[in-house]
């Protein structure tokens, strides 16, 4: 039954992945024109190593290629018991399209950390109001299902979302790497959710995916557009929301982009230590580090999305709880143990 179901929707899924890429790379190549006729650029210098400047309007295309995708699939949409979802839909587009406008107001003013950080608020209530929230998950220990009551998945959600939102805008400092990683969680997430028979919804993680292929046949190393703010917030936002809408695969995402939280998490930490703000912008980031250290860009890069790859494949294969959390363990203390090695030189 399964089987035949996944058949009957399989040209409708590849439709979303066709368009959602046509219209990255079609939208990605109008915004880098964009970039250049409004000035709207980064330039040489500072933490990026590019010899030229290149338009930071990369992120249309990124967006074109999701709402657009996302219109086209609700056009002849996926039949679904779930009454909330069109609900968590309009969240996914509201919030979407709000770290989109924010990341564009952030690229042409250059905002203060406090107007972001407002904005990410601002979109993780909106996700809630739409009931995409990190409310139930299952205790890896003995498999019984957790409910945790407003008072803690609130504060719980809105962490999340502006966590991933950082974390993805963070990780954007390589050509190719925040886009690559993020098509490879949502890839991960799509086969999930074909998997557990959320038919429905997999076209909004099918849609992403392929937008975030089309935007890096122009962003793969040495990268002709950047995504920018607009599309560092916007994917940071959609990644932590389907995660949600996926069932709260907390820790499907945690395998996936592992790395990117905990370097989050250090480079925090690394800069409180210091005395320096946690929201200036400096060259402690992992894939700086390593960059730092002599490897080179698509060295980099490959590293990660192979890393990303390798465990979120295991995400999928991995059926006990425990064994996933080992495998976290792992993840996390390879990395670690990284950051404290390259920290010292």
């Given at each position: 039954?399964v089987?035949?179901?996944?058949?009957t929707?399989?040209?409708?899924?590849?439709?979303?992945?066709?368009?959602?890429?046509?219209?990255?790379?079609?939208?990605?190549?109008?915004?880098?024109?964009?970039?250049?006729?409004?000035?709207?650029?980064?330039?040489?210098?500072?933490r990026?190593?590019?010899?030229?400047?290149?338009?930071?309007?990369?992120?249309?295309?990124?967006?074109?290629?999701?709402?657009?995708a996302?219109?086209?699939?609700?056009?002849?949409?996926?039949?679904?018991?779930?009454?909330?979802?069109?609900?968590?839909?309009?969240?996914?587009?509201?919030?979407?399209?709000?770290?989109?406008?924010?990341?564009?107001?952030?690229?042409?003013?250059?905002l203060?950390p406090?107007?972001?950080?407002?904005?990410?608020?601002?979109?993780?209530?909106v996700?809630?109001?739409?009931?995409?929230?990190?409310e139930?998950?299952?205790?890896?220990?003995?498999?019984?299902?957790?409910?945790?009551?407003?008072?803690?998945?609130?504060?719980?959600?809105?962490?999340?979302?502006t966590?991933?939102?950082?974390?993805?805008?963070?990780?954007?400092?390589?050509?190719?790497?925040?886009?690559?990683v993020?098509?490879?969680?949502?890839?991960?997430?799509?086969?999930?959710?074909?998997?557990?028979?959320?038919?429905?919804?997999?076209?909004?993680?099918?849609?992403?995916?392929?937008?975030?292929?089309?935007?890096?046949?122009?962003?793969?190393?040495?990268?002709?557009?950047?995504?920018?703010?607009?599309?560092?917030?916007?994917?940071?936002?959609?990644?932590?929301?389907?995660a949600?809408?996926?069932?709260?695969?907390?820790?499907?995402?945690?395998?996936?982009?592992?790395?990117?939280i905990i370097?989050?998490?250090?480079?925090?930490?690394?800069?409180?230590?210091?005395?320096?703000?946690?929201?200036?912008?400096?060259?402690?980031?992992?894939?700086?580090?390593?960059?730092?250290?002599?490897?080179?860009?698509?060295?980099?890069?490959?590293?990660y999305?192979?890393?990303?790859?390798?465990?979120?494949?295991?995400?999928?294969?991995?059926?006990s709880?425990?064994?996933?959390?080992?495998a976290?363990?792992?993840?996390?203390?390879?990395?670690?143990a990284?950051?404290i090695?390259?920290?010292?030189?």
């Open positions: 039954m089987d035949r179901l996944t058949h929707y399989t040209n409708q899924y590849l439709l979303v992945l066709l368009v959602s890429f046509g219209l990255a790379v079609i939208f990605t190549y109008l915004g880098k024109q964009a970039g250049l006729r409004l000035n709207v650029l980064a330039l040489p210098g500072g990026r190593q590019h010899k030229k400047a290149i338009s930071m309007l990369g992120g249309i295309g990124i967006a074109a290629g999701f709402f657009g996302l219109i086209l699939s609700q056009m002849h949409p996926i039949p679904t018991a779930d009454p909330n979802e069109s609900r968590r839909l309009w969240g996914l587009i509201i919030g979407g399209l709000l770290m989109f406008i924010l990341g564009l107001a952030d690229d042409y003013f250059d203060p406090w107007v972001q950080y407002l904005g990410y608020l601002t979109a993780a209530l996700a809630i109001g739409t009931l995409i929230i990190l139930r998950f299952n205790n890896p220990f003995n498999n019984n299902l957790i409910v945790l009551p407003a008072l803690i998945y609130i504060p719980l959600s809105i962490f999340w979302i966590g991933m939102i950082v974390t993805v805008n963070w990780l954007d400092g390589l050509d190719g790497l925040a886009a690559g993020t098509a490879i969680l949502c890839a991960i997430l799509a086969i999930h959710m074909i998997r557990e028979q959320q038919y429905s919804v997999a076209p909004q993680a099918i849609a992403l995916f392929g937008a975030s292929l089309g935007f890096l046949v122009f962003n793969v190393h040495p990268a002709k557009v950047f995504m920018g703010s607009n599309g560092a917030f916007m994917l940071g936002y959609l990644a932590a929301a389907l949600l809408i996926a069932g709260a695969r907390v820790a499907t995402v945690l395998m996936v982009m592992g790395i990117p370097d989050v998490a250090w480079t925090i930490i690394d800069r409180l230590r210091h005395g320096a703000s946690p929201f200036k912008g400096d060259r402690h980031h992992l894939h700086y580090r390593l960059l730092d250290a002599g490897i080179s860009t698509r060295t980099i890069v490959l590293l999305w192979s890393f990303c790859a390798l465990f979120g494949a295991l995400a999928l294969l991995i059926s709880r425990i064994y996933k959390l080992v976290l363990g792992i993840l996390g203390t390879f990395t670690i990284l950051l090695r390259l920290s010292q030189e």
